[in-house]
């Protein structure tokens, strides 16, 4: 079955395993810091289990030019759950390999026991309400601005810490893309005890998925990462996979 992006926003929000976007997609993204492309950020999402079990996947790779100086690979991926129409990290697993700083972190989310377990943690941190890794706090934000919220706070893994993240709408404006003119709700969030600061640009006409992140470092640099492109994508059973740009 073919998904087509739909261009209608609806009145009513739909359960999440009935959204088609949380039936599966693909996304590429260009990587760029201060102007200069980087590499490129390819994101798989596959729903498993009649949409109870999501996985979620994000491979970055040097490309052009920088390929030839640099051969850092990094893989992050998140095993989220579906209960009560509610996004439950399970695991989250990062790796930076092929360069001169290899990393491995793993993140369990035990949420009947509310403990998160760390790697390099020697015990269990507490786990609280709204607290994801950095792959599935993004789709509990697409979830939250399909349900009309325009402010959030997030406690965030990522491959070291637990980090709150708050969210809160700025403006909404015209985004030109290769996918048209797309309605974008911006977001920004910046740090309490420092001055780097993120922005999202998350498209209506795509389920809010973010077609542009930025993070502003405190020196001033600007790490970008922008939708170049996208896939609807449906998964069944037997591991095969079809869908449209």
């Keep these: 079955m073919r998904w087509r992006l739909s261009f209608i926003l609806l009145i009513f929000v739909p359960p999440l ?13 260009e990587v760029s810091k ?39 690979k990094f893989m992050e991926h998140s095993v989220v759950e579906i209960s009560k129409n509610t996004i439950l990290p399970k695991k989250y697993e990062y790796q930076r390999t092929g360069g001169k700083k290899e990393i491995t972190f793993k993140a369990t ?33 697409m979830k939250g601005l399909m349900n009309g919220q325009r402010s959030f706070q997030f406690q ?8 709150t993240q ?25 740090a309490e005890k420092s001055q780097y600061h993120f922005t999202f640009w998350c498209a209506q006409e795509l389920h809010y998925l973010p077609i542009k992140i930025t993070k502003t470092e405190q020196d001033g640099d600007i790490i970008q990462l ?9 998964l069944d059973f037997n591991g095969d996979s079809n869908g449209n740009h």
């Design 17 to 29: 395993h009935a959204n088609p976007l949380f039936s599966g997609f693909t996304a590429d993204y």
């Design 34 to 72: 201060n102007g200069t492309i980087l590499g490129e950020s390819h994101r798989r999402l596959i729903s498993r289990e009649h949409g109870k079990i999501l996985n979620y996947a994000s491979t970055t790779i040097p490309t052009g030019i920088i390929s030839l100086f640099v051969s850092d």
């Design 109 to 141: 989310f035990d949420w009947r026991k509310k403990r998160i377990q760390m790697t390099g943690h020697n015990s269990p941190e507490e786990l609280k309400p709204d607290t994801h890794d950095l792959l599935s706090f993004q789709l509990a934000l």
């Design 156 to 163: 965030v893994v990522d491959h070291k810490r637990i980090q």
């Design 166 to 190: 708050t969210l809160k709408y700025t403006r909404q404006e015209k985004v030109k893309t290769s996918m048209g003119i797309l309605n974008v709700l911006q977001l920004d969030h910046r």
């Design 226 to 234: 922008k939708l170049k492109r996208f896939n609807k994508t449906r």
